[in-house]
């Protein structure tokens, strides 16, 4: 086995040459066995090993045991504990699900704090079969089809092609010592449930079988690779980016004849999850959305707009003050006195500065503004009518600022101003007010 791990991981991953390399290393067979294949390599290694105190003083022999290895080895090791249960029981978490998230959480801290480059874990061939069944079991696309992949950012799995067989084989050729997990003998997991209730059956109707999956998953990448290659192309014809939001073209998408798998591709980066909802506002009326946890998805008109999700409170308000020049936050804006008007767009205005009384309110609109449009001689319009008429979407509306001098409207910013605050002939003092 260390040959022909040897020839994978000088292969597969050639940038790993004069990097710092962590290995997560619980203290059991996969772990230890990847720690032995690591040490024999010219590569700088040091061992994070998690006590997640689940198991009493069991994991705190796991910890002993594995700093006695290091130490014995002249291997640099760094150790953490975590309260994973009360974790769990604070964030709604399953054990395993708390577990995981503390692991990693760490695992990035320390490449940060340490200026190391990867992280290494041993998860084999036996541990993707496994993440496959669960995957399918609970309903899934190729992306759990696919399984466990060899390289995710920073972490790097150099040992996922071999089996528990090889591992455990090359572990007694070399009488490498190591922790059970007397947890992993409980069915009451899941995982374990398959490992040692289903995974049986299943070598048992075919010895290759472990190999055959291999097989099996190495197309299904194949055909997701393809999948994701025609998903880019299609997106270009389809989806028109405008700053933080996404818009697809119904009438585009509702050409191709699977266009419920590419909004699937396209959309299940964002954690949506409600597809038939999702496949539904396709047909839907304009103004109905859905959320995701940090996304929109809504239908306008002949669209489908994707755009980040906050809650900014519609009584937000921001002063300008009479002496400020410029205004950072929530938008860019400048304010200074001029002698003369220039062409205009609906990025500057020019007020009349005698009429605006300070501090001017930045704010969002409400239902029930009222406006005096500029070029409408005086007639005053409702900002929900102006919107209407304007054909803003529901998420360009909530964009919008409103720009008031003691309660009046002066700017619907980036749209129009107000008439009220024009520039006469007897105007004496311009203020520019310019969007950045």
Request: hydrophobic share 35%; proline share 3%.
């Amino acid at each position: 086995m260390f040959s022909k791990f040897q020839n994978h991981i000088v292969s597969k991953f050639p940038f790993l040459a004069e990097k710092k390399l962590f290995l997560a290393v619980s203290g059991g067979l996969d772990s230890m066995v990847l720690l032995h294949l690591l040490h024999q390599l010219p590569y700088e290694i040091a061992v994070l090993h998690c006590n997640f105190q689940l198991r009493g003083l069991e994991s705190f022999g796991d910890k002993e045991f594995i700093q006695n290895y290091c130490e014995q080895n002249n291997i640099p090791i760094f150790t953490t504990h975590f309260d994973t249960e009360a974790f769990a029981k604070d964030y709604k978490l399953s054990t395993q699900v708390a577990a995981r998230e503390l692991r990693y959480s760490w695992f990035y801290e320390m490449l940060e704090e340490k200026n190391f480059d990867y992280i290494l874990t041993a998860h084999h061939a036996d541990d993707n079969l496994e993440t496959f069944i669960i995957n399918l079991t609970r309903g899934t696309g190729l992306e759990g089809l696919t399984g466990i992949p060899e390289q995710n950012d920073k972490i790097i799995r150099p040992i996922l092609p071999f089996s528990r067989d090889e591992i455990l084989k090359y572990a007694e050729e070399n009488e490498i010592e190591w922790r059970e997990d007397s947890s992993n003998a409980s069915t009451k997991y899941l995982r374990n449930k398959i490992r040692h209730n289903l995974i049986p059956v299943l070598k048992e109707i075919n010895p290759n079988f472990l190999d055959a999956f291999q097989k099996t998953q190495s197309f299904l990448q194949e055909s997701k690779e393809m999948v994701e290659d025609a998903s880019i192309m299609i997106y270009q014809q389809v989806a028109k980016e405008a700053e933080e939001d996404i818009h697809f073209d119904l009438n585009q998408l509702k050409k191709l004849p699977n266009y419920k798998s590419y909004l699937y591709q396209w959309l299940n980066e964002f954690g949506f999850s409600a597809w038939k909802d999702i496949y539904d506002l396709v047909e839907g009326q304009s103004g109905k959305q859905i959320f995701s946890g940090e996304f929109r998805l809504l239908k306008n008109r002949e669209a489908l707009i994707l755009s980040p999700f906050s809650e900014t409170s519609e009584k937000a308000e921001y002063q300008i003050n009479e002496n400020d020049t410029e205004v950072n936050f929530p938008l860019k804006m400048s304010l200074c006195n001029v002698s003369h008007i220039t062409l205009d767009s609906n990025k500057v205005i020019f007020v009349d500065a005698d009429k605006i009384q300070y501090p001017l309110i930045l704010r969002k609109w409400k239902e029930g503004d009222v406006f005096q449009p500029f070029g409408m001689n005086g007639k005053s319009k409702k900002i929900s009518k102006f919107f209407k008429d304007e054909k803003l979407s529901r998420i360009e509306k909530e964009k919008t600022w409103i720009l008031c001098s003691d309660d009046q409207i002066i700017w619907v910013v980036g749209m129009r101003q107000d008439e009220r605050f024009k520039i006469k002939k007897t105007t004496n003092n311009i203020l520019k007010i310019e969007l950045q």
